[in-house]
């Protein structure tokens, strides 16, 4: 399984991630999550490679503060997953995904180095 970038065309850091990996000649495929949105397996799988929802999430970020603060708390898998279907915007993006239990969250050229290498 090759690795998949999913994130927000519009995403800076997103961006950043895809220019980074075609710097450095790994083959990928960009996901964009307004266009396509994740199933909720695909999800419940992030979510478990990450550590859990919390994990998966920027709680920091616009589109978290923009979500009515009863849409805030999740308390379930369903809930989770309907929330990030309809909210793309509150993952950590870019989201890395390269196979079950191998996930990586944002972007930083350290942490895409360790990961990947420079070849």
């Known amino acids: 399984m090759g690795l998949t970038l999913y994130g927000l065309a519009s995403c800076d850091t997103c961006g950043k991630a895809r220019r980074w990996l ?28 990450a550590g859990g929802w919390e994990a998966l999430v920027d709680r920091g970020g616009a589109a978290w503060q923009r ?21 793309p915007g509150v993952l950590r993006h870019p989201v890395a995904w390269s196979g079950p239990g191998r996930i990586g ?8 180095e360790k990961r990947y290498g420079k070849p």
């Open 67 to 87: 979500l009515l603060s009863v849409r805030r708390d999740p308390a379930s898998d369903p809930e989770w997953t309907l929330l990030i279907r309809e909210h």
């Open 22 to 49: 075609q710097r450095f000649g790994h083959v990928h495929d960009f996901v964009d999550l307004q266009l396509s949105r994740p199933d909720a397996d695909t999800l419940r799988a992030w979510a478990a490679a």
């Open 105 to 112: 969250l944002g972007f930083s050229g350290g942490q895409y």
